[in-house]
């Protein structure tokens, strides 16, 4: 079984553009999480898909942003890139509607804003 | 306040040697992740728990849920192990909260 993939692994981007991460969930998985990993900082919640539609989304700015395709993989936009949304990108998935089901996740996108 | 606190920050250890991390969480949670995070980020899911005990292979996840407190063992540690290990605690609308993690060092 493939695990969750993400793309691409690494990204440099300069300051006012935009940044697009793409990751594929576990087959079966409807369910998909973004989470930023900035460097010495802790993991810190994005955004939430389930069934194509955003559930949650954490203490972001508007500029993140993202969506979820009918099947079930995901993007995560970051618009005007600034500076500090330099970090490890990490995206995990897990099965829709059971609440308490195991995260599985992927090997990250590192983010490079220059 | 952090609602997730994790200690140590820093843990070095000698190969064989007993291992705890400690995990407390002032929110109401739904359960309590255990994730390992290897150089280059990667990260691992060891154990989610809701109560009691969990153990795979030579690790344990205990969790108090009166006390809000978690613990990571690992026994018979091991150079492999070093990794740093981070706590999660989910709570309503299954937001993860994460401490700040716990980097451990085995050395052989």
């Known amino acids: 079984e493939a695990g969750v993939t993400q793309s691409p692994t690494h990204l440099i981007k300069t300051r006012g553009q935009q940044a697009t991460l793409r990751c594929s969930p576990i087959s079966g998985h409807t369910s998909v999480y973004w989470y930023q990993q900035a460097l010495g900082l802790g993991l810190q919640f994005l955004l939430w898909?389930?069934?194509?539609?955003?559930?949650n989304r954490g203490n972001f700015p508007p500029r993140f942003s993202g969506r979820q395709f009918p099947n079930y993989s995901s993007e995560l936009n970051v618009n005007a890139l600034e500076l500090e949304d330099s970090a490890l990108y990490l995206c995990?998935?897990?099965?829709?509607?059971?609440?308490?089901?195991?995260?599985?996740f992927g090997n990250g996108t590192r983010l490079t804003v220059t | 306040k952090n609602e997730v606190e994790q200690s140590p920050q820093n843990l070095t250890a000698q190969e064989g040697e007993f291992i705890t991390i400690n995990c407390s969480y002032s929110v109401g949670i739904s359960a309590l992740h255990w994730l390992q995070q290897h150089p280059g980020g990667g990260i691992v899911s060891l154990f989610m728990?809701?109560?009691g005990k969990k153990k795979h292979g030579r690790l344990i996840a205990t969790i108090n849920i009166q006390e809000k407190h978690s613990s990571l063992h690992i026994t018979a540690s091991h150079p492999r192990d070093s990794a740093v290990y981070i706590c999660a605690a989910r709570g309503s609308a299954r937001q993860l909260t994460f401490g700040s993690g716990t980097q451990l060092t085995v050395l052989p």
């Open positions: 728990l809701s109560s």
């Open positions: 995990a998935s897990t099965l829709g509607g059971a609440y308490n089901s195991p995260l599985h």
């Open positions: 898909y389930d069934e194509g539609e955003e559930r």
